[in-house]
């Protein structure tokens, strides 16, 4: 295998530190990928990319870099990919997803922050990543406190543009969120050198929307109510791994799994035995390489058929308008199709629990998990009304909330086990 | 010749056995301390099992509690939160109720309706308001846990403020250190449990008849306390600390009912 | 826990490039291989292999040498699988 020591070094990574999470990723991906029976070929990609999950993608992105590209690396699903792409930059995913960076962010940040905003932060100040190491410059957005802060902290360390998101979803809210667009394109000009002009971001909004079409077709197979084509463990790692890839080729290999999915449905080829329950996932993302809540469900006797999260249908829900000849009006399709992201930043946000209970009915859901993250005030407050919601429209829910470590997992087990029990 | 079924409740501090008739009557219930490694405590439930005449290689057996992988000889594992449900079911003879178990080192809330689980509710990893808490206490206070429950009835007028276990032992060493009298601090340690129990049952919608199961359901002022805080009569019966393992054998004769 | 009694194969790559050749081959002579990240007993480096069970190693061996494509070697290893002992990464 070529040897990534040496690029990571380059890259001015703590590669001895960073072993560590090199040590941990063949005993989590065999417990939980290769313990999965009957998995669509098409994953065969995910797993190639995830085996070498910190050399294919950095190295590709090292050598685009050399021809003069520019790497950003956002936080959120509302940077719009859109405007860098249209300047020939690239967009890679920040967000940290395991315990492994968590006490690097914890130098600095309280420890009651959220282990999303705590391992981003540690995965940046540890120099134990390599796509934060690369990024030529990191955009974040004001969806909560916790970033809000922490970018203050990175800030000092790398170059950080913030786009500041509106809280509310008024028609000035919407125009407001086209003018920051606006402005992160000419920020995003001054970074590359390049111009943006309506052709290329033409270019660019089909481009990302046919990822987001491909990304919906995978998900589309796994409505079908009579068969599971794929497990939601598989799913997430296709959507975790979107993040990261060139949009182009996610798009690709999603439309390729997408069709064997279409075919497993029209052979009834499933992953799991008929009459198993069907969970659809809420709350907050599950960042790469959280894999914990959906392995415990799918080794409890359940299987998750939708994940309305970042991570999942808030990804890749909602087209941009194409065809627009200019800018303005361009800007203007942008914002409206962010500004439909029904994120728990939002107030009053009564479309989150509309999409939730219009999934539960596309997806057949037996039942919901509605999962926060730990310190996750939005979303955790908000559980409240999507619960009610859920429990008055007679679909069961659990409430959970969990962080990166492994310590809950028994109790986890015990909890999703009961649900699962209860659904019959 | 009648039928028996085995169910088996290893939890984090006592392992509960019951052996149950086709009548639903209980043959056979002991209690065993957990222990270090749940997996001699289960071999141990053999032999006695065995010796009882209830062979479990012969018997259906179901396991349930935080120990329930370590039992080699059951059938299948169930949930305590499913188990506690059928088990309360059958000993409070009620098909909608409201069951609360203060475990070891959880503690349950689970709603029952038509026969059915239809909600339940358990504390974050941390032991406050569990089993675990009022141990820890009453250890600091040199008390045997039922004794110090007896004790806080003749208590009042002092609070514990911390919920964590960690933090709320040094304030309960604080107390003694003041020369706070053992029968306040120990209605402090109670009253503190009854309150995080009964504010995280207000969370979910209660109906039927509040049992408590578990261990200290046999402590008459814990489940006093815990009637005034949810303003409601909380029962309980005397095989209560074996409802989980009533349940399970319940799921055991259902595994023989359905082939 | 007893280390398995069950004997896994991974097949060793100096690139990633002969290692989806490989697999890609294998495929598409009906047997059986899955990509996994390299086991850190066998290598301290991240890098991709392929996992092959004992009943399909016969075959992927063959198809090693009818491919030619180059491999830098193939690790016998006890199976260490275990879908509940949450560990994650």
Redesign the interface.
């Given at each position: 295998m070529a040897d990534r020591r040496e690029m990571w070094k380059a890259l001015g990574m703590d590669v001895d530190t960073h072993d560590g999470l090199c040590a941990a990723l063949p005993v989590a991906f065999g417990d939980v990928y290769l313990s999965q029976k009957n998995r669509p070929e098409g994953m065969a990609f995910w797993d190639f990319v995830v085996s070498d999950i910190h050399g294919i993608r950095p190295a590709e992105l090292l050598e685009a870099q050399k021809e003069g590209r520019k790497v950003f690396g956002t936080f959120c699903v509302f940077v719009p990919d859109e405007v860098v792409v249209a300047a020939n930059g690239i967009v890679t995913g920040l967000c940290g997803g395991s315990q492994f960076w968590v006490p690097d962010g914890e130098k600095v940040l309280p420890k009651s922050t959220c282990p999303l905003v705590k391992a981003s932060v540690g995965a940046r100040l540890g120099r134990t990543c390599p796509f934060f190491r690369i990024a030529d410059m990191y955009v974040g957005e004001t969806t909560c406190d916790g970033k809000k802060k922490a970018y203050e902290i990175l800030g000092e360390d790398v170059p950080m543009y913030i786009m500041d998101l509106p809280q509310m979803k008024r028609e000035c809210d919407i125009l407001k969120w086209k003018d920051e667009i606006a402005a992160f394109a000419k920020k995003v000009e001054e970074f590359t050198g390049n111009t943006i002009t309506p052709e290329k971001l033409d270019e660019a909004i089909r481009l990302i929307n046919n990822k987001r079409k491909a990304l919906a077709r995978v998900f589309e197979a796994r409505k079908n109510p009579d068969n599971i084509p794929i497990s939601g463990t598989d799913a997430l790692l296709v959507t975790q791994i979107a993040f990261f890839d060139d949009p182009a080729r996610c798009a690709e290999m999603c439309n390729k799994l997408a069709d064997e999915l279409e075919e497993r449905n029209r052979q009834g080829v499933s992953v799991f035995e008929k009459g198993t329950k069907r969970i659809m996932i809420t709350g907050t993302p599950m960042a790469i390489p959280n894999w914990k809540l959906h392995h415990i469900v799918e080794t409890s006797g359940a299987a998750v058929v939708c994940e309305e999260m970042c991570t999942g249908t808030r990804y890749f829900e909602n087209l941009v308008e194409e065809g627009l000849p200019t800018l303005d009006e361009q800007f203007m399709a942008l914002s409206k199709r962010y500004m439909k992201n029904n994120c728990a930043c939002f107030t009053p946000n009564p479309g989150r629990v509309e999409d939730i209970l219009r999934l539960a009915k596309e997806y057949h859901v037996d039942g919901v998990i509605d999962v926060n993250l730990k310190f996750c005030c939005l979303y955790d407050t908000e559980g409240y009304s999507v619960e009610r919601a859920l429990r008055e429209a007679g679909i069961p829910v659990l409430g959970i909330e969990t962080d990166y470590d492994d310590g809950d997992s028994e109790q986890l087990r015990t909890r999703i086990g009961a649900f699962v029990e209860m659904l019959g | 010749m009648t039928t028996y079924y085995i169910g088996i409740d290893i939890g984090s501090t006592c392992a509960k056995t019951v052996v149950l008739a086709e009548t639903e009557e209980i043959a056979l219930s002991f209690v065993l301390p957990t222990g270090w490694s749940s997996v001699d405590t289960a071999e141990e439930i053999r032999r006695r099992l065995c010796e009882a005449g209830y062979d479990p290689a012969e018997l259906a057996c179901v396991s349930t509690g935080y120990g329930r992988v370590s039992v080699p000889f059951a059938r299948k594992t169930v949930t305590e939160i499913t188990c506690h449900a059928r088990g309360a079911m059958l000993l409070h003879h009620s098909r909608d109720l409201t069951v609360i178990d203060i475990g070891g080192q959880d503690t349950k809330i689970i709603r029952v309706e038509d026969g059915l689980v239809k909600d339940f509710m358990m504390n974050d990893k941390c032991s406050a308001g569990t089993g675990r808490f009022l141990e820890v206490m009453a250890n600091t206070l040199g008390l045997r846990p039922d004794d110090m429950c007896d004790l806080a009835r003749q208590g009042g007028g002092v609070s514990i403020s911390s919920m964590c276990t960690v933090f709320a032992e040094s304030e309960v060493i604080s107390l003694i250190g003041k020369g706070e009298k053992k029968e306040n601090i120990a209605f402090a340690v109670v009253d503190s449990i009854v309150k995080k129990v009964a504010s995280q049952a207000n969370r979910l919608e209660k109906g039927g008849p509040v049992c408590l199961t578990g261990g200290l359901c046999e402590s008459d002022y814990i489940r006093q306390a815990l009637g005034e805080q949810l303003h409601t009569q909380v029962q309980a019966v005397a095989e209560g600390r074996y409802a989980g393992a009533v349940g399970a054998a319940l799921c055991a004769r259902d595994l023989m009912k359905k082939g | 826990m007893e280390p398995s009694a069950i004997i896994d194969y991974y097949i060793?790559?100096?690139?990633?490039t002969e290692?989806?050749a490989l697999?890609q081959y294998i495929?598409s002579h009906g047997a059986q291989a899955?990509?996994?990240?390299?086991?850190?007993s066998v290598?301290?480096?991240?890098?991709?292999?392929l996992?092959v069970l004992e009943e399909d190693i016969q075959a992927v061996r063959q198809c090693v040498e009818e491919s030619g494509i180059s491999i830098?070697g193939i690790a016998e290893l006890a199976r260490?699988?275990?879908?509940?002992?949450?560990?994650?990464?």
């Open positions: - | - | 060793l790559f100096h690139n990633h290692g989806m697999y495929r899955r990509i996994c990240p390299v086991p850190r290598s301290a480096c991240c890098g991709m292999s996992l830098a260490d699988i275990n879908p509940h002992r949450d560990r994650y990464c």
